[in-house]
């Protein structure tokens, strides 16, 4: 099995990154983190390098003899659990809106805006202007918040969904795209999932890259409540299968680990 469609090329701090996303709490031994990069054929000292990097940046703190995430990593696992465990409540028709005030904005205000937005699950209805129904429960990304309220105001407010024969959810997204790459997601983790609970160490490459890409994708389902989904919708099927597969590739990742620092 190759490396998933639409993952980024695996560098040291991504693997270190994807590593710790991946546990909670999110902190692991340095000697393990290194392990973690040999999996792709990073050398030890490749990786330490990124752990002192990413240190300097912000992304990690070193804590006695490991490292743990920090800064917008840490707020992306934060967002990264809410997507595999979301929390919403009954929707009772009305929306959430930001509209975007002032003048001009640079182009680097323009596209924080819209990572900002996309991180909150709003969709863009028109230029300036975004939405999404008023049925989560919070919001796990402060600094995301504070992207959008130094650029927006908000609003809470019931909206006709009438524009056309598009349902107004069906102009935010694209739910059949999100669906179909949803379902071809779940037939990698089918294929992959038997293998690691067999223990075959030859599946925790390909198994590591699968698990990153399923995490983006829930991070883009845009949780709508169930009234506003088309049928046959695949994220809370997404998330079980997700969950399988997690916990048989966390158990034999942690068994290859431990052979491979103790190997008598």
Not at 82 to 93: C, E, F, H, M, V
Not at 161 to 188: F, H, V
Request: net charge negative.
């Amino acid at each position: 099995m190759g490396q998933s469609r639409n993952s980024p090329p695996l560098t040291a701090r991504s693997v270190v990154a994807s590593t710790l996303l991946g546990v909670d709490p999110p902190r692991l031994p340095t000697r393990l983190l290194v392990r973690s990069g040999e999996l792709f054929g990073i050398s030890q000292g490749t990786t330490r390098v990124a752990l002192s990097r990413m240190v300097a940046a912000g992304e990690l703190i070193a804590v006695g003899d490991g490292h743990e995430l920090a800064g917008h990593l840490l707020e992306r696992q934060a967002r990264q659990q809410a997507s595999r465990s979301p929390t919403t409540r009954s929707w009772d028709g009305r929306w959430a809106m930001a509209v975007v005030v002032g003048g001009a904005r640079a182009s680097d205000a323009r596209a924080e805006l819209r990572h900002a937005m996309a991180g909150l699950r709003m969709g863009e209805l028109r230029e300036g202007v975004w939405l999404r129904p008023d049925n989560l429960v919070g919001h796990p990304a402060p600094g995301l918040d504070a992207v959008v309220d130094a650029q927006c105001q908000r609003f809470v407010s019931s909206l006709p969904d009438a524009d056309g024969s598009t349902p107004l959810s069906g102009r935010l997204w694209d739910l059949p795209a999100w669906k179909s790459r949803a379902d071809e997601l779940r037939t990698e983790l089918d294929a992959i999932v038997g293998s690691l609970e067999r223990g075959d160490t030859d599946a925790l490459a390909p198994g590591f890259v699968l698990s990153a890409a399923v995490l983006r994708h829930l991070l883009a389902d845009p949780l709508l409540p169930p009234e506003l989904l088309p049928d046959g919708w695949s994220g809370d099927a997404l998330r079980l299968d997700y969950d399988r597969y997690d916990d048989a590739f966390k158990a034999l990742w942690r068994d290859w680990f431990r052979r491979a620092r103790d190997p008598d």
